[in-house]
C-alpha cells in the first residue's frame, strides 16, 4: 500500500498494509465510548450499548459494516491531505454555456472561491454539470481537491465520462460500491456519497449531485460523511432539481447561500405531467390486460418506434407489467430494471444505447439519467413511494434534448393526491419564471450576450 | 423491530392457538421469507456419521474415506447453501456479532436434546479474536470467547484451503492445562462441518485424554 493511497482518508489496515506504511501515519479510535454513550467515528452513529457490544467489553459499529467494521478491536488509520498534484488539469470541454447558466457558473466559482456552502436549485434538464464546469477548472488550477458525489450509483456513472471529456489530461477516479478497480489517488473524484464516510478532511471543494435524492435525504450517516470528507474550510454545493424544505429552510436562515435557474438549457419550458385517472388500471394489468386508454398510447409506440420509460411503484410488479405489454405487443422490445438488479447497469446501458425501445422501472432512474428523446409513462402515480420530488423528478426525464425539447409525460393513477397536484404546482411555477427569464433574456440587446 | 438479515420490517401475526397457549410473546428476528432459505437437515435420512442430508440413510462416502479414524459422530442442523454461506459471510467474516441470534435458540435447543457431561466449543485463534473479538460459536451459546477446555496454535483458516489442503492439516489443538475429561461424555460444538479434519482432530484429541465419548453439533453441512 502506497501512503498517497491513504491522503484523506480513514481506513481499517491489516497489519500487512500497515506495515508497508511509514511510521507517522495517524491513527485514532474507530469508536468513542463513554458510560452514556457510543458513537462511530466513520459513520457518526449513535449506538445502542447492546447491540453494539462484543465479548470482553468490546464494540463494533452495526451502522456501516458494509465498508469493513469499525470497532474498538482496530483503530482507523489517515494521513493528512497534501494535495499533492504536480499537473494542474485544464478544462478541455469546449461547448458554451447560455448566459443564464453562465451567471450561475460564476456564481459557483465565487462560492468555491470564497469556501462557502451553496445550493444551485436548477430544473431538470438546465445542464447543471456544465455549469460546474468553470469552477471545478479553476478548483482544479489552484491545486484543490475536488469530488462529485452522488447517492445513487447510476447518477455517478453518467457523471464520470462527461467530466473526464471536460478534463481530458487528467484521470478521474470513481469510487462506488460495485466496482472492481482498485482506489487511486486522483485531484478529481467521482463517487457515491457513501465512499465519503472513508475520507476525512480530504476536499477543498465537494459537490454533492442530486442530494434531495433517496439514500441521502435523511439520512444523518451521509450528512456527517459530508461534513467529514470535506476539509475544514472546504467548499460544498448542493445540486437539485427539487430542493427539500430543509435545505431551503438552511437558504432562507442564510446558512446556505442559494443560485436559482429555472429555465432548462435549450429554453424550452419543462413538459407538463398529464394525469389520467385509471382506478383499476392494476387489476387490468395483473389480468395480463391493458387497459383500452393504454393500449392506444402503447399501440402508438409500437408504430412510431419512440422510447419511452414506465415507473412503477413497486419491483414484483415489474415483471407483471412487462409480460402485459409483451403480450398485447410483441414486437417492442423492453427490459425491467430494479435497485438490486444484478445486470442493472448493464440494462441501463443498453437503454441509453438504443438496444432497447423501452425500460420498465421503479423509482431508482428517477433522477440523474438522460435517455434523449423519451416519453414517461407513470403507473400508479398515486403511490406513496413517489413523492413530490420523485414526480418532479420523473417529469425531468423528457424534453432533455436539443432534438426533442418536449414530450409526453402522463400519469396513470387512481385518484389526484396531494403529490400530485403539489408536483404539477411546482413544474407550473417553474415554468412560469423560466418564462419571465426566457422574456427577459429575448429583450435584452444581443451585443451584450458576446 | 427489523429482520436482521434483509433489514426489511418484521411483522409478527398473533394467531388464535398462540392466544391460548399463554406461551410468552416469541419475538422473531429474522423475517419468514428470509428463514425459509436455510434448509433444515432430516435427520431421519441424513448420514449418522457427519449429519449430510441425503435421500436415504446410509454412511455417506466420504465417511466411509473415514473409517479408520476413531469412532465419531456428528449432528448438524442445515445444509450450507447459498443463504448459510451468505449468513456466514455476514456474521463471521464481516463480524456482525447481532447475527448470532438468529441460530441461538435452535442451536442452544437441539444442544439440550444431545446427553453431555460437558459442552466443548471449537475455539478461535489468538490472531482472530483479536480482530474478530468474538468466538462465533461461543456466540450461540451467548458468551462469545474461547471456552477454555481447547487451545489452538496459530493455522492458516480451513476456509482458505481446498479439501486435499484441509485434510492434510495437522493437529492444531491442545488442550488446557487443568482440565480433566476422563470418562466424560462430551458434545463438541462447531459452525461447518465439511471435510470433517478439525471436528476429528478435536474429537481424537479428547479421546486420547480419556474423554468416554465425543458427539459433534454442527450449524451446517
Known amino acids: 500500500m502506497q501512503p498517497k493511497d491513504l491522503y484523506g482518508r480513514q481506513l481499517l489496515l491489516t497489519a500487512a498494509e500497515l506495515a508497508t506504511l511509514p511510521a507517522d501515519v495517524q491513527s485514532r479510535a474507530g469508536l468513542t ?59 478541455t470541454w469546449t461547448g458554451h454555456l447560455t448566459s443564464a447558466q453562465a451567471v450561475c457558473a460564476a456564481d459557483l466559482q465565487r462560492a468555491f472561491a470564497a469556501h462557502e456552502r451553496h445550493l444551485l436549485w436548477a430544473v431538470t434538464g438546465a445542464g447543471k454539470t456544465e455549469m460546474l464546469f468553470p469552477g471545478l477548472a479553476w478548483a482544479l488550477q489552484q491545486g484543490w481537491r475536488v469530488a462529485v458525489a452522488s447517492p445513487r450509483v447510476d447518477v455517478c456513472l453518467e457523471l464520470a465520462p462527461r467530466l473526464q471529456a471536460a478534463f481530458a489530461d487528467t484521470t478521474v477516479a470513481v469510487l462506488h460500491g460495485r466496482q472492481t478497480a482498485a482506489y487511486a489517488y486522483r485531484q478529481l473524484t467521482v463517487c457515491t456519497t457513501h465512499q465519503l464516510l472513508r475520507f476525512r478532511a480530504a476536499f477543498d471543494v465537494l459537490v454533492i449531485d442530486e442530494v434531495d435524492a433517496f439514500p441521502f435525504a435523511a439520512n444523518q450517516q451521509l450528512y456527517y460523511a459530508v461534513d467529514h470528507a470535506v476539509k475544514p474550510h472546504g467548499a460544498v454545493l448542493y445540486l437539485t432539481a427539487t430542493p427539500s424544505d430543509a435545505l431551503l429552510r438552511q437558504t432562507r436562515r442564510g446558512q446556505l447561500k442559494l443560485s436559482y435557474l429555472p429555465l432548462r ?178 429583450t435584452v440587446p444581443t451585443t451584450a450576450n458576446d | 423491530m427489523t429482520c436482521l438479515l434483509c433489514q426489511r420490517p418484521l411483522t409478527t401475526k398473533l394467531t388464535l392457538p398462540w392466544l391460548l397457549s399463554w406461551q410468552p410473546v416469541a419475538q422473531p428476528v429474522v423475517c419468514t421469507a ?56 455476514h456474521y463471521k467474516f464481516q463480524g456482525d456479532y447481532r447475527l448470532r441470534a438468529v441460530f ?55 476456509s482458505q484451503k481446498d479439501r486435499q489442503a484441509r485434510l492434510a492439516t495437522k493437529q492444531p489443538f491442545g488442550l488446557a492445562p487443568g482440565v480433566d475429561l476422563s470418562g466424560q461424555r462430551i458434545v463438541l460444538v462447531d459452525d461447518v462441518y465439511t471435510t470433517g479434519r478439525t471436528m476429528r482432530h478435536a474429537a481424537n484429541l479428547m479421546l486420547e485424554n480419556g474423554a468416554n465419548s465425543v458427539t459433534g453439533l454442527t450449524l451446517a453441512r
Not at chain 1, 422501472?361 to 407513470?378: A, K, M, S
Not at chain 1, 403539489?422 to 419564471?433: G, M
Not at chain 2, 478461535?124 to 480482530?131: G, K, L, P, S, W
Request: a positive charge; proline letters at 6%.
Open chain 2, 104 to 158: 441461538q435458540t435452535i442451536v442452544q435447543q437441539r444442544l439440550q436434546q444431545l446427553t453431555a457431561d460437558q459442552v466443548v466449543t471449537i475455539p478461535v485463534t489468538t490472531a482472530t479474536m483479536a480482530t474478530r473479538g468474538f468466538n462465533q460459536v461461543t456466540g450461540w451459546l451467548d458468551t462469545g470467547i474461547n471456552d477454555g477446555v481447547l487451545t489452538v496454535a496459530k493455522t492458516v483458516a480451513q
Open chain 1, 265 to 442: 438549457f435549450h429554453q424550452h419550458l419543462l413538459p407538463t405531467i398529464q394525469v389520467t385517472l385509471l382506478p383499476k388500471w392494476w387489476s387490468a394489468i395483473a389480468k395480463g390486460r391493458l387497459p383500452a386508454k393504454l393500449r392506444r398510447w402503447l399501440g402508438a409506440y409500437a408504430t412510431s418506434g419512440q422510447r419511452f420509460l414506465i415507473f412503477v411503484p413497486r419491483i414484483d410488479q415489474l415483471t407483471v407489467v412487462q409480460a402485459a405489454i409483451q403480450r398485447q405487443f410483441p414486437t417492442m422490445s423492453g427490459q425491467t430494471v430494479y435497485s438490486a438488479d444484478p445486470d442493472r447497469l448493464a440494462k441501463v446501458q443498453q437503454m441509453r444505447q438504443e438496444q432497447v425501445q423501452y425500460l420498465i422501472t421503479t423509482t431508482i432512474l428517477e433522477r440523474g439519467v438522460t435517455f434523449p428523446g423519451i416519453d414517461v409513462l407513470v403507473l400508479g402515480a398515486d403511490d406513496p413511494v413517489f413523492s413530490t420530488a420523485a414526480l418532479v423528478q420523473i417529469a425531468g426525464r423528457v424534453g432533455r434534448s436539443q432534438q426533442r425539447p418536449t414530450g409526453l409525460v402522463r400519469f396513470v393513477s387512481g385518484s389526484y393526491t396531494r403529490a400530485i397536484k403539489q408536483a404539477q404546482r411546482q413544474i407550473k411555477l417553474v415554468n412560469r419564471k423560466g418564462r419571465r427569464l426566457r422574456d427577459d433574456l429575448s
Open chain 2, 34 to 89: 428470509c428463514w425459509q432459505q436455510f434448509q433444515p437437515i432430516i435427520l431421519a435420512t441424513a448420514c449418522p456419521q457427519c449429519g449430510r442430508a441425503q435421500p436415504h440413510w446410509q454412511v455417506c462416502r466420504d465417511c466411509q474415506r473415514w473409517a479408520a479414524q476413531p469412532d465419531f459422530q456428528n449432528v448438524a442442523l442445515f445444509t450450507y447453501n447459498e443463504a448459510m454461506q451468505a449468513y456466514f459471510q
Open chain 1, 33 to 91: 465510548i463513554t458510560a452514556s454513550q457510543i458513537q462511530c467515528q466513520r459513520c457518526g452513529s449513535t449506538l445502542d450499548h447492546r447491540t453494539a457490544q462484543l465479548p470482553q467489553k468490546q464494540f463494533y459499529c452495526y451502522q456501516c459494516l458494509n465498508l469493513g467494521r469499525v470497532s474498538s478491536l482496530t483503530p482507523l488509520y489517515h494521513i493528512p491531505e497534501p494535495n499533492e498534484f504536480p499537473q494542474r488539469p485544464k478544462l
